[in-house]
C-alpha cells in the first residue's frame, strides 16, 4: 500500500513548536484529516485537531496544508506527488492551543458587535426568492475562519483591535440585505468594523470553501452603501425607505 | 481534593444544537440566569449538519397539509409507539416555531408567490418540509446563534460536562472539564436541560461526528432518569459507501425528494417490491405513476399521482437495501444506485448544492451525470431519557431533556424532518420548564465535595495508569460489535452474545491508559466519553433483545412480525444498585379523539 509521508506540527504556546513526521497508509479518495484520524487512532492519541462533519458543512477542521488555507476533510491525499511530504499547520492569525488547535475566540467577540435582523413590524413575510438569492450566498458561510486566516488586515498586520475580518462583513452583509430588515449597520461597519481598511487584494474569496462571492458580492456591496451614507445621503435614505417593504 | 472553578446559573443547558439554543433562549427569555456549554465550538453541533428540512405542516405547497395529517403521520412512522402526546404537541406547534425562526432572520427558500417552500420527504403525505437547498441546519443553528448572542446567555465552549451532580433527590449543577486545558469546573445550577444529541459513534458506519457519544443518555441514566425505546437505532438507508474514508457520510433524503430514484445493479427500482401492505396504497404502482409525481414537483403543479416507492420511510427503505446488497444485487462498492441524474443539471446543483459538491470533492461522481452509491448508515437514536411531555421534565426533580437524546417523541421509527422540528418545540418546552422550576426553588443547593471528588478522580485515572488498553483501539472494538451483533437485523443469540462482550468491554476500560497531559488532549477525552458509548450500547443491546417482533428501526430475524400485544409498552432502562434494570412500562393510551384521526376518510395524494 502507497504511504504518505505528513510533517503535522506539534506544540503548546510554552513549548516550543516542531514539526513531527508520520508515515500514514493511503487508501482510496482519502482526505488529510483522515490521515490525521490515523495517526490519532494508531500513532499518537495525543495530536489535537478540531473537526466535526467530516463533510466541509461545519468549519471546524481548517488548517494550513503545505501553506494553502484548507479545510482538511476536503482535502484530498491524492493531490500529493508519491513520496511528497505534506506540511499541516495550524491557522497563523489566531494564537495556538496545541498542534493544529487555535483560540478563535475574536471571532465571537466580534459576532457579538453585530446588531441583529430587525424586521418591520407590519412585515408580511412574503418575498421572492429572488429577492433572497444574495441573503442566501451569505448565509451559506459555514465559519471555518479561513477567510479571516489570510486576509494581510488580519494576518500581517494585526488590526484585530479595528478590523472585523471578511467573515463578520459577509454576516453583516447578510442582515442590510434580507429584503425585511430595516435596521442600519453601516456607520458601525466603517467606524468600527473597519470595512475601509480592506483593499480588495480577494484574498478571502479565493479560499472561501464555500464560493461566497466575499469581496464583490458583500464588501464592495457594503462599501457602496459607506459611500452613500456619508457623500449621498438622499440614495442611503431612499434605500432604507424601501427595505422592509 | 479536586481543584475546580465555579460557576453559579439558575439553568444550566448541556448542548448547544438546535435543542440546546432554543432552550437557552428560552429560559432567558423568561427572566432567570443561564449557561450554556457545550463540546464543540459554538455553532458545530449536530444540528449544522442537517441538510434535507424541517417539517411543520405550513401548508404553503400543499394546501389539504394541516397538524392532524402530520400528527398521524408521525404517529404511522413511528409504529404506533410513539408517545401520543409529544406527536401532537409536535405537530400543532412547529409551524409556529418554524415562523418563529423566520421572524429571527432565517432565510427559507421560498414558493412563486414568495411564502416558504416545502418539499417531500419519506413517510409524510404532503410536501412539508422547509428548507433552504440541502443545508437547513446550519440556517436554523446561525439563527438560534444569532439570537442567543443578544440575550444575554453566558457560553462555555469546548466544555465538556462528565457527571450531574445532586442535592438529595434533587439536580444541583454539573461538573465538567474544559477542552483546552482539561481545568475542573462546578457549574451549580438550580436545572440542568439535557440537549446533547445522539450515540452514533458507536457503530462502525455512521453519518455522527465525534461528538455523539451518547453522553446525556448516560448522564441521565447515572443521575436516576429512564432511557425508553433505545432498541430503535436510526439506520439511515442513504449513506455513502465509497471512498473508504468517507464510508457512513450521509446522503441527505432530499435526493429522494427531488425525485431521485433506487436501483439495484440490474437497474431494476426494487423499492416497488419493499412497500408494506398497510402503506402500499400511498404510493405510486408502477414507474409511469411516479414520474407523472416527479414531472408535477418540477412544474410545481398538482397531481393525482402518488408518490414514488423510495419515498416510504427510513426503516423500510434501509432494510431493502441491505437485503439487496445481501442477495448480491449492489454495486461494485458493496451498495446501491441512487440516481438523480436524469433531471436538469442546473435544478440539480440549485437544489442539492452541497451533495453535489460532496460527491465531486470526495468521491469524484459528478451526480448530475452519474448516479450515487449508496447504503445504510447508523443515523439517529430514537430511543432516549423518558420526559414529560408538556414541560420535558424527566423523572429527577430539576432534570429536564430536549432534542435527539430525548425519548418518545418518534416512536419506533422518526420521519426526516422531524427532528429538526422537535428541537425547536421541545426545546422551548424545556426551556420553559427548566426556567419555571428554578425560579421556584427557593434553597441554595448544596452540592457535596464527595461528589465532585468522584468525578475528578474518574477523569484522573486513565491519565496514572501505564500499559493498558489505547482508547482508540477500545473504540474499535466495540463498534465492531455494535455493527456485528445489534445492526439493522437482530436475533436473539447474536444479542446475547454482543451483550457478553460488552461485558467484557466494560472490564477493559478500567485499565485504559493515556500518555501526555490534559492539554487538549482528545485521547483522555476519549477515555471518558467510551464509558457513556458503553452504557448506551448496553441500552440498545438488552433493549433489543428484550423486544421480541420487529417494529420500525427494530428487525428481529426470529420474530419476524409485529406483535400488537407489544405496542403496550415501551422498554424503560434504568440503574438499579449499580446494574442495569430493564422494565416494560405501559405507553400512555392515545385519548378517542385523537384516535378517531387515524379513521378519517384517506384524501388524494398531491
Ligand atoms: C448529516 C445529518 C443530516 C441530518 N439531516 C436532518 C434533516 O434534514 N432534518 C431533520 O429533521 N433532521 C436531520 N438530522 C438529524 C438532526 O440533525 C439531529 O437529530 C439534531 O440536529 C440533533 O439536535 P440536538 O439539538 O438534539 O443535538 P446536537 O445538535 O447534536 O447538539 C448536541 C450538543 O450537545 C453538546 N454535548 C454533547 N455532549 C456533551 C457533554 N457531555 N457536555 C457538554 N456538551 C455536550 C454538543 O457539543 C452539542 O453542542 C440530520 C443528522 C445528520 C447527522
Ligand atoms: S479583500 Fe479585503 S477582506 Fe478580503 S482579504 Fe483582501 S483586504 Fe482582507
Ligand atoms: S466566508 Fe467563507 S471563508 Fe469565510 S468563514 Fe465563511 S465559509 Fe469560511
Ligand atoms: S470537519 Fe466539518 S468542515 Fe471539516
Same mark, same amino acid.
Given at each position: 500500500?502507497?504511504?504518505?509521508?505528513?510533517?503535522?506540527?506539534?506544540?503548546?504556546?510554552?513549548?516550543?513548536?516542531?514539526?513531527?513526521?508520520?508515515?500514514?497508509?493511503?487508501?482510496?479518495?482519502?482526505?488529510?484529516?483522515?490521515?490525521?484520524?490515523?495517526?490519532?487512532?494508531?500513532?499518537?492519541?495525543?495530536?489535537?485537531?478540531?473537526?466535526?462533519?467530516?463533510?466541509?458543512?461545519?468549519?471546524?477542521?481548517?488548517?494550513?496544508?503545505?501553506?494553502?488555507?484548507?479545510?482538511?476533510?476536503?482535502?484530498?491525499?491524492?493531490?500529493?506527488?508519491?513520496?511528497?511530504?505534506?506540511?499541516?499547520?495550524?491557522?497563523?492569525?489566531?494564537?495556538?492551543?496545541?498542534?493544529?488547535?487555535?483560540?478563535?475566540?475574536?471571532?465571537?467577540?466580534?459576532?457579538?458587535?453585530?446588531?441583529?435582523?430587525?424586521?418591520?413590524?407590519?412585515?408580511?413575510?412574503?418575498?421572492?426568492?429572488?429577492?433572497?438569492?444574495?441573503?442566501?450566498?451569505?448565509?451559506?458561510?459555514?465559519?471555518?475562519?479561513?477567510?479571516?486566516?489570510?486576509?494581510?488586515? $488580519?494576518?500581517?498586520?494585526?488590526?484585530?483591535?479595528?478590523?472585523?475580518?471578511?467573515?463578520?462583513?459577509?454576516?453583516?452583509?447578510?442582515?442590510?440585505?434580507?429584503? $425585511? +430588515?430595516?435596521?442600519?449597520? &453601516?456607520?458601525?461597519?466603517?467606524?468600527?468594523?473597519?470595512?475601509?481598511?480592506?483593499?480588495?487584494?480577494?484574498?478571502?474569496?479565493?479560499?472561501?470553501?464555500?464560493? &461566497?462571492?466575499?469581496?464583490?458580492?458583500?464588501?464592495?456591496?457594503?462599501?457602496?452603501?459607506?459611500? +452613500?451614507?456619508?457623500?449621498?445621503?438622499?440614495?442611503?435614505?431612499?434605500?432604507?425607505?424601501?427595505?422592509?417593504? | 481534593?479536586?481543584?475546580?472553578?465555579?460557576?453559579?446559573?439558575?439553568?444550566?443547558?448541556?448542548? %448547544?444544537?438546535?435543542?440546546?439554543?432554543?432552550?437557552?433562549?428560552?429560559?432567558?427569555?423568561?427572566?432567570?440566569?443561564?449557561?450554556?456549554?457545550?463540546?464543540?465550538?459554538?455553532?458545530?453541533?449536530?444540528?449544522?449538519?442537517?441538510?434535507?428540512?424541517?417539517?411543520?405542516?405550513?401548508?404553503?405547497?400543499?394546501?389539504?397539509?394541516?397538524?392532524?395529517?402530520?400528527?398521524?403521520?408521525?404517529?404511522?412512522?413511528?409504529?404506533?409507539?410513539?408517545?401520543?402526546?409529544?406527536?401532537?404537541?409536535?405537530?400543532?406547534?412547529?409551524?409556529?416555531?418554524?415562523?418563529?425562526?423566520?421572524?429571527?432572520?432565517?432565510?427559507?427558500?421560498?414558493?412563486?408567490?414568495?411564502?416558504?417552500?416545502?418539499?417531500?420527504?419519506?413517510?409524510?403525505?404532503?410536501?412539508?418540509?422547509?428548507?433552504?437547498?440541502?443545508?437547513?441546519?446550519?440556517?436554523?443553528?446561525?439563527?438560534?446563534?444569532?439570537?442567543?448572542?443578544?440575550?444575554? #446567555?453566558?457560553?462555555?465552549?469546548?466544555?465538556?460536562?462528565?457527571?450531574?451532580?445532586?442535592?438529595? /433527590?434533587? #439536580?444541583?449543577?454539573?461538573?465538567?472539564?474544559?477542552?483546552?486545558?482539561?481545568?475542573?469546573?462546578?457549574?451549580?445550577?438550580?436545572?440542568?436541560?439535557?440537549?446533547?444529541?445522539?450515540?452514533?459513534?458507536?457503530?462502525?458506519?455512521?453519518?455522527?461526528?465525534?461528538?455523539?457519544?451518547?453522553?446525556?443518555? %448516560?448522564?441521565?441514566?447515572?443521575?436516576?432518569?429512564?432511557?425508553?425505546?433505545?432498541?430503535?437505532?436510526?439506520?439511515?438507508?442513504?449513506?455513502?459507501?465509497?471512498?473508504?474514508?468517507?464510508?457512513?457520510?450521509?446522503?441527505?433524503?432530499?435526493?429522494?425528494?427531488?425525485?431521485?430514484?433506487?436501483?439495484?445493479?440490474?437497474?431494476?427500482?426494487?423499492?416497488?417490491?419493499?412497500?408494506?401492505?398497510?402503506?402500499?396504497?400511498?404510493?405510486?404502482?408502477?414507474?409511469?405513476?411516479?414520474?407523472?409525481?416527479?414531472?408535477?414537483?418540477?412544474?410545481?403543479?398538482?397531481?393525482?399521482?402518488?408518490?414514488?416507492?423510495?419515498?416510504?420511510?427510513?426503516?423500510?427503505?434501509?432494510?431493502?437495501?441491505?437485503?439487496?446488497?445481501?442477495?448480491?444485487?449492489?454495486?461494485?462498492?458493496?451498495?446501491?444506485?441512487?440516481?438523480?441524474?436524469?433531471?436538469?443539471?442546473?435544478?440539480?446543483?440549485?437544489?442539492?448544492?452541497?451533495?453535489?459538491?460532496?460527491?465531486?470533492?470526495?468521491?469524484?461522481?459528478?451526480?448530475?451525470?452519474?448516479?450515487?452509491?449508496?447504503?445504510?448508515?447508523?443515523?439517529?437514536?430514537?430511543?432516549?431519557?423518558?420526559?414529560?411531555?408538556?414541560?420535558?421534565?424527566?423523572?429527577?426533580?430539576?432534570?429536564?431533556?430536549?432534542?435527539?437524546?430525548?425519548?418518545?417523541?418518534?416512536?419506533?421509527?422518526?420521519?426526516?424532518?422531524?427532528?429538526?422540528?422537535?428541537?425547536?418545540?421541545?426545546?422551548?418546552?424545556?426551556?420553559?420548564? %427548566?426556567?419555571?422550576?428554578?425560579?421556584?426553588?427557593?434553597?441554595?443547593?448544596?452540592?457535596?465535595?464527595?461528589?465532585?471528588?468522584?468525578?475528578?478522580?474518574?477523569? /484522573?485515572?486513565?491519565?496514572?495508569?501505564?500499559?493498558?488498553?489505547?482508547?482508540?483501539?477500545?473504540?474499535?472494538?466495540?463498534?465492531?460489535?455494535?455493527? /456485528?451483533?445489534?445492526?439493522?437485523?437482530?436475533?436473539?443469540?447474536?444479542?446475547?452474545?454482543?451483550?457478553?462482550?460488552?461485558?467484557?468491554?466494560?472490564?477493559?476500560?478500567?485499565?485504559?491508559?493515556?500518555?501526555?497531559?490534559?492539554?487538549?488532549?482528545?485521547?483522555?477525552?476519549?477515555?471518558?466519553?467510551?464509558?457513556?458509548?458503553?452504557?448506551?450500547?448496553?441500552?440498545?443491546?438488552?433493549?433489543?433483545?428484550?423486544?421480541? /417482533?420487529?417494529?420500525?428501526?427494530?428487525?428481529?430475524?426470529?420474530?419476524?412480525?409485529?406483535?400488537?400485544?407489544?405496542?403496550?409498552?415501551?422498554?424503560?432502562?434504568?440503574?438499579?444498585?449499580?446494574?442495569?434494570?430493564?422494565?416494560?412500562?405501559?405507553?400512555?393510551?392515545?385519548?378517542?379523539?385523537?384516535?378517531?384521526?387515524?379513521?378519517?376518510?384517506?384524501?388524494?395524494?398531491?
Amino acid at each position: 500500500m502507497r504511504e504518505a509521508i505528513l510533517k503535522v506540527f506539534r506544540g503548546t504556546p510554552v513549548e516550543a513548536g516542531k514539526f513531527i513526521t508520520y508515515k500514514v497508509p493511503v487508501e482510496e479518495g482519502m482526505v488529510v484529516l483522515d490521515a490525521i484520524h490515523y495517526i490519532q487512532g494508531y500513532l499518537d492519541p495525543e495530536l489535537s485537531v478540531r473537526w466535526n462533519c467530516k463533510a466541509a458543512k461545519c468549519g471546524s477542521c481548517s488548517a494550513e496544508v503545505n501553506g494553502d488555507p484548507s479545510l482538511m476533510c476536503k482535502t484530498r491525499m491524492d493531490q500529493f506527488a508519491e513520496g511528497e511530504e505534506i506540511t499541516i499547520e495550524p491557522i497563523k492569525t489566531f494564537p495556538l492551543i496545541k498542534d493544529l488547535v487555535t483560540d478563535v475566540s475574536f471571532n465571537y467577540e466580534v459576532n457579538k458587535q453585530i446588531p441583529p435582523f430587525c424586521p418591520a413590524d407590519d412585515a408580511t413575510w412574503i418575498f421572492k426568492q429572488e429577492d433572497i438569492d444574495r441573503v442566501q450566498e451569505f448565509r451559506k458561510c459555514i465559519e471555518c475562519f479561513l477567510c479571516q486566516d489570510v486576509c494581510h488586515v $488580519l494576518r500581517d498586520h494585526e488590526r484585530k483591535d479595528a478590523f472585523w475580518g471578511p467573515r463578520f462583513f459577509v454576516r453583516s452583509a447578510g442582515v442590510e440585505m434580507h429584503p $425585511l +430588515d430595516c435596521g442600519n449597520r &453601516i456607520p458601525l461597519l466603517e467606524e468600527q468594523g473597519g470595512l475601509g481598511f480592506c483593499n480588495i487584494t480577494k484574498c478571502c474569496t479565493e479560499v472561501c470553501p464555500e464560493e &461566497i462571492h466575499i469581496t464583490d458580492n458583500a464588501i464592495i456591496a457594503l462599501k457602496e452603501r459607506v459611500v +452613500d451614507e456619508y457623500h449621498d445621503p438622499l440614495a442611503a435614505l431612499l434605500r432604507r425607505v424601501f427595505k422592509g417593504k | 481534593m479536586a481543584n475546580y472553578e465555579i460557576h453559579e446559573y439558575d439553568v444550566l443547558v448541556v448542548g %448547544a444544537g438546535g435543542a440546546g439554543l432554543r432552550a437557552a433562549i428560552e429560559a432567558s427569555a423568561q427572566g432567570v440566569s443561564v449557561a450554556l456549554v457545550c463540546k464543540s465550538l459554538l455553532g458545530k453541533a449536530h444540528t449544522v449538519m442537517a441538510e434535507g428540512g424541517i417539517a411543520a405542516a405550513l401548508s404553503n405547497v400543499d394546501q389539504q397539509d394541516n397538524w392532524e395529517t402530520h400528527f398521524c403521520d408521525t404517529i404511522s412512522g413511528g409504529k404506533h409507539l410513539n408517545n401520543w402526546r409529544m406527536a401532537q404537541l409536535h405537530a400543532q406547534e412547529s409551524p409556529e416555531r418554524v415562523r418563529e425562526l423566520e421572524r429571527w432572520g432565517a432565510v427559507f427558500d421560498r414558493t412563486s408567490d414568495g411564502q416558504i417552500l416545502q418539499r417531500a420527504f419519506g413517510g409524510h403525505k404532503w410536501k412539508r418540509l422547509c428548507h433552504v437547498g440541502d443545508r437547513t441546519g446550519l440556517e436554523m443553528i446561525r439563527t438560534l446563534q444569532d439570537r442567543g448572542v443578544h440575550q444575554g #446567555i453566558s457560553v462555555y465552549m469546548e466544555c465538556t460536562i462528565t457527571r450531574l451532580l445532586k442535592d438529595g /433527590e434533587k #439536580i444541583a449543577g454539573a461538573f465538567g472539564y474544559f477542552r483546552q486545558d482539561g481545568r475542573y469546573v462546578v457549574f451549580k445550577a438550580k436545572a440542568v436541560v439535557l440537549a446533547t444529541g445522539g450515540a452514533g459513534r458507536s457503530y462502525p458506519v455512521t453519518s455522527n461526528s465525534w461528538e455523539y457519544t451518547g453522553d446525556g443518555h %448516560a448522564l441521565a441514566y447515572e443521575a436516576g432518569a429512564d432511557l425508553i425505546d433505545m432498541e430503535f437505532v436510526q439506520f439511515h438507508p442513504t449513506g455513502m459507501v465509497w471512498p473508504p474514508g468517507v464510508r457512513g457520510l450521509l446522503v441527505t433524503e432530499g435526493v429522494r425528494g427531488e425525485g431521485g430514484l433506487l436501483r439495484n445493479n440490474a437497474g431494476e427500482r426494487f423499492m416497488f417490491r419493499y412497500l408494506p401492505e398497510s402503506t402500499r396504497k400511498d404510493y405510486a404502482e408502477n414507474e409511469e405513476e411516479s414520474k407523472r409525481w416527479v414531472d408535477a414537483v418540477l412544474k410545481g403543479a398538482k397531481t393525482e399521482a402518488r408518490r414514488p416507492p423510495e419515498l416510504s420511510t427510513r426503516d423500510n427503505v434501509a432494510r431493502a437495501i441491505y437485503l439487496e446488497v445481501k442477495e448480491g444485487k449492489g454495486t461494485p462498492h458493496g451498495g446501491v444506485f441512487l440516481d438523480i441524474s436524469y433531471l436538469n443539471s442546473e435544478r440539480v446543483k440549485k437544489k442539492l448544492p452541497s451533495m453535489y459538491q460532496q460527491f465531486k470533492d470526495l468521491a469524484d461522481v459528478d451526480i448530475t451525470k452519474q448516479p450515487m452509491e449508496v447504503g445504510p448508515t447508523m443515523h439517529y437514536m430514537m430511543g432516549g431519557v423518558r420526559v414529560d411531555a408538556d414541560t420535558a421534565a424527566t423523572r429527577v426533580p430539576g432534570l429536564f431533556a430536549a432534542g435527539e437524546v430525548s425519548g418518545g417523541m418518534h416512536g419506533a421509527n422518526r420521519l426526516g424532518g422531524n427532528s429538526l422540528s422537535d428541537l425547536i418545540v421541545f426545546g422551548r418546552r424545556a426551556g420553559a420548564g %427548566a426556567a419555571e422550576y428554578a425560579a421556584g426553588q427557593e434553597d441554595r443547593l448544596q452540592v457535596s465535595e464527595d461528589q465532585i471528588n468522584a468525578a475528578a478522580e474518574e477523569l /484522573e485515572a486513565p491519565l496514572t495508569k501505564k500499559g493498558g488498553s489505547s482508547p482508540y483501539e477500545l473504540q474499535r472494538s466495540l463498534q465492531e460489535i455494535m455493527g /456485528e451483533h445489534v445492526g439493522i437485523f437482530r436475533e436473539d443469540a447474536v444479542l446475547a452474545a454482543g451483550i457478553a462482550k460488552l461485558e467484557e468491554i466494560k472490564e477493559e476500560l478500567k485499565t485504559v491508559s493515556i500518555s501526555g497531559s490534559k492539554l487538549y488532549n482528545p485521547g483522555w477525552h476519549l477515555c471518558r466519553d467510551l464509558k457513556n458509548m458503553i452504557i448506551c450500547s448496553e441500552a440498545i443491546a438488552r433493549s433489543a433483545l428484550a423486544r421480541t /417482533e420487529s417494529r420500525g428501526a427494530h428487525s428481529r430475524l426470529d420474530y419476524p412480525d409485529t406483535d400488537p400485544e407489544q405496542a403496550k409498552f415501551n422498554i424503560a432502562i434504568s440503574r438499579l444498585d449499580g446494574v442495569m434494570k430493564l422494565e416494560k412500562t405501559p405507553r400512555p393510551e392515545m385519548p378517542a379523539d385523537l384516535k378517531k384521526l387515524f379513521e378519517k376518510k384517506e384524501q388524494t395524494n398531491a
